[in-house]
């Protein structure tokens, strides 16, 4: 019996983060868990692709737009089930035995019609990655609308009959998301993202950006549109 899982990763310019994201991953190898590993490269010029390669991904290329980079990815995947990861963030020790019951519960349920996401932290902590990170966690709980940067287990016929990932170069993660309404639950393990943009730009405004460039798009505006105003 073939392993379930393809995990799929979108990357641009990722060398230096990466590896601790894949590193993480070999507890779900042991496992028996992952049957292969897809990059999705959006034309890096570092040393990315070669990280990738060295670690035995299948590596497919595009243009650099996170939500088509993850629809020509996830198009690639062989696996029954889907774990999307970005290349920054790194799942934390106990991940595997979580999505090991998650699997095992929709087995004995006989269906694969619900996804997961995980829990979220940031690298380092301090009291404003754990406010930020209560928010997410909250924010997925109640509305529903966990981010890229939580992951997502899905299983290959959910994410079809969903339609996947939009071709869009923002909020493809919110899109897939509100698609899957009703039929997201946390998985019991923990995605651990970096802090440096938001310690970077600062705490709260990058926060409020985030919040805002939500609003924006619950709202209607352009995808498009979005990516340009937030790139700046």
Same mark, same amino acid.
């Given at each position: 019996m073939r392993a379930p899982i393809s995990v799929v990763i979108p990357t641009l310019n990722a060398q230096a983060c990466l590896p601790r994201c894949l590193m993480a991953l070999g507890e779900g190898l042991n /496992?028996?868990?992952?049957?292969?590993?897809?990059?999705?490269?959006?034309?890096? !010029?570092? /040393? !990315? %692709?070669r990280v990738a390669e060295a670690a035995?991904?299948?590596?497919?290329?595009?243009? /650099?737009?996170?939500?088509?980079?993850?629809?020509?990815?996830?198009?690639?995947?062989?696996?029954?089930?889907?774990?999307? $990861?970005?290349?920054? !963030?790194?799942? $934390?020790?106990g991940w595997s035995e979580a999505v090991v019951r998650k699997l095992s519960a929709d087995n004995a349920n006989l269906q694969a019609d619900s996804a997961g996401y995980f829990l979220l932290s940031f690298e380092g902590g301090g009291a404003p990655a754990r406010l930020v990170a209560a928010w997410a966690n909250l924010r997925s709980?109640?509305?529903?609308?966990?981010?890229?940067?939580?992951?997502?287990?899905?299983?290959?016929? $959910?994410?079809? /009959? %969903?339609?996947?990932y939009p071709d869009i170069p923002l909020m493809e993660d919110v899109a897939l998301a509100r698609a899957l309404k009703g039929r997201l639950d946390p998985v019991e393990g923990v995605a651990e993202t970096s802090a440096e943009k938001y310690r970077r730009q600062g705490w709260l405004r990058r926060g409020g950006r985030n919040l805002m460039t939500l609003v924006r798009y619950l709202s209607g505006a352009d995808p498009e549109a979005l990516a340009r105003s937030y790139r700046r």
């Open positions: /496992a028996g868990l992952i049957r292969e590993l897809v990059v999705s490269d959006g034309g890096s !010029t570092d /040393a !990315t %692709v035995g991904a299948e590596v497919v290329s595009g243009p /650099a737009s996170r939500g088509g980079q993850l629809r020509r990815g996830c198009d690639a995947a062989q696996g029954d089930w889907l774990l999307v $990861l970005h290349a920054d !963030t790194v799942l $934390l020790a709980r109640v509305f529903g609308l966990p981010y890229g940067d939580q992951g997502l287990l899905i299983s290959r016929a $959910l994410y079809d /009959a %969903v339609g996947g």
